[in-house]
């Protein structure tokens, strides 16, 4: 079954207590990306990545850390979390344009819910 | 500044019925736009696409409209059933750019 998996569903953690929230993908898509969503903003995006070893600042990189050392992988590093980064995360990736579904169809994982106290 | 706006926060329809969810976007770089759906405890989901070359699609139910004068989109769904409740976003992209920009979402509710 294509997906994105993402690695822990729900954490509660403390500031400053550096974690990862991992992403896979197994649909061998070149495109991955990290959002956050929040009341009333709705989906942002963190950071993304075009290719192994190319990535980007998205809207709010802020307090973030990615790398893409393999195709299929996507991690969101949070260095010092802090509670303004208490949100749901979403990893996507995506199929290059004219594909199956469409140009620019994201598939999403199932979300990360991250409190930071 | 959002660039993409869903200004209904919510929208309730009895069932049967239709449902119009509306969309704003203020960037003319936007040329391809979706529409995703989100159950609670899941990820977004793909539902349907529109190009800026086009003015309608329609997939079964669902129809995406787009006015590229009033940078304006809406997502038609005719019968709406219980099981359309859910949250719907707006995304607009450029077809071959590397951000996608969602709305902040409308919650469907349909009843029964």
């Known amino acids: 079954e294509a997906q994105v998996t993402q690695n822990p569903r729900y954490l509660i953690t403390v500031t400053g207590k550096k974690l990862t929230v991992t992403c896979s993908q197994n649909?061998?898509?070149?495109?991955m990306s990290w959002y956050r969503q929040d009341p009333g903003l709705g989906l942002r995006q963190i950071y993304y990545?075009?290719?192994?070893?190319?990535?980007d600042k998205g809207d709010v990189p802020e307090g973030y850390k990615v790398s893409r050392k393999e195709k299929r992988n996507f991690p969101l590093i949070l260095e010092s979390p802090s509670p303004n980064q208490t949100s749901l995360y979403f990893c996507?990736?995506?199929?290059?344009?004219?594909?199956?579904?469409?140009?620019?169809?994201?598939?999403f994982g199932a979300g990360s819910r991250l409190t930071v106290l | 500044d959002q660039q993409v706006k869903q200004n209904s926060p919510s929208l309730s329809v009895q069932e049967g019925r239709i449902s119009i969810l509306n969309c704003d976007y203020t960037?003319?770089?936007?040329?391809?736009f979706l529409w995703y759906k989100k159950y609670p405890a899941e990820g977004p989901t793909f539902l349907i696409s529109i190009s800026s070359i086009k003015d309608k699609n329609e997939d079964g139910r669902f129809t995406v409209f787009l006015n590229k004068s009033a940078k304006h989109l809406s997502l038609h769904i005719v019968p709406s059933q219980p099981g359309d409740s859910a949250v719907y976003f707006c995304?607009?992209?450029?077809?071959?750019?590397?951000?996608?920009?969602f709305g902040a979402g409308t919650r469907l509710f349909v009843k029964a």
């Open positions: 990545s075009m290719n192994v070893e190319v990535t």
């Open positions: 995304a607009a992209s450029a077809l071959r750019g590397f951000k996608t920009i």
């Open positions: 649909m061998n898509h070149e495109y």
């Open positions: 996507a990736s995506r199929s290059p344009a004219g594909g199956p579904s469409g140009a620019n169809v994201l598939t």
């Open positions: 960037n003319s770089m936007f040329d391809y």
